[in-house]
């Protein structure tokens, strides 16, 4: 392969149209469990996106650094990292009592019945959710 120089730096050209080695194939040489841990990665990636309906990514990133004492050789490190979407979760409407707590119903507003109905007591299976008897009856 012919070398040209470019601003210092030492730039390999193409000869006789040689395509280099495809990216996967060099990862998997030379960072074997990189390609393997990205597919994982997509993978939980894609079934949030499917489970959600929103957007994910993963960010696969290479340093290479130069070897110490050695002019032709680099140590390549790699780093992935993933953004898993994450389902909306609804809020829950709640009012401020007196004493500064939250509650369910609102504390100014009137009852509509005499009793709560959420306080059925004995009168429901608490299993079922059945009316055993109705109050008052």
Do not use: C
């Not at 110490?68 to 898993?84: F, M, N, P």
């Not at 009793?115 to 429901?124: K, N």
């Amino acid at each position: 392969m012919k070398t040209t120089q470019r601003k210092g730096y030492q730039v390999g050209t193409e000869k006789n149209n040689e395509k280099p080695p495809s990216f996967a194939a060099m990862l998997a040489q030379v960072r074997p469990r990189t390609d393997v841990e990205a597919a994982e990665m997509l993978r939980k990636v894609i079934e949030a996106v499917k489970a959600t309906g929103k957007v994910g990514s993963i960010t696969i990133r290479l340093d290479v650094k130069p070897a110490d004492g050695l002019s032709d050789a680099v140590v390549v490190y790699d780093r992935l990292s993933q953004k898993v979407p994450e389902k909306t979760r609804e809020g829950s409407m709640a009012f401020i009592t007196r004493e500064g707590d939250l509650s369910r119903t609102d504390p100014s507003a009137m009852p509509l019945w005499d009793e709560d109905i959420r306080d059925a007591g004995a009168h429901v299976d608490l299993q079922t959710g059945e009316i055993k008897e109705a109050p008052g009856s």
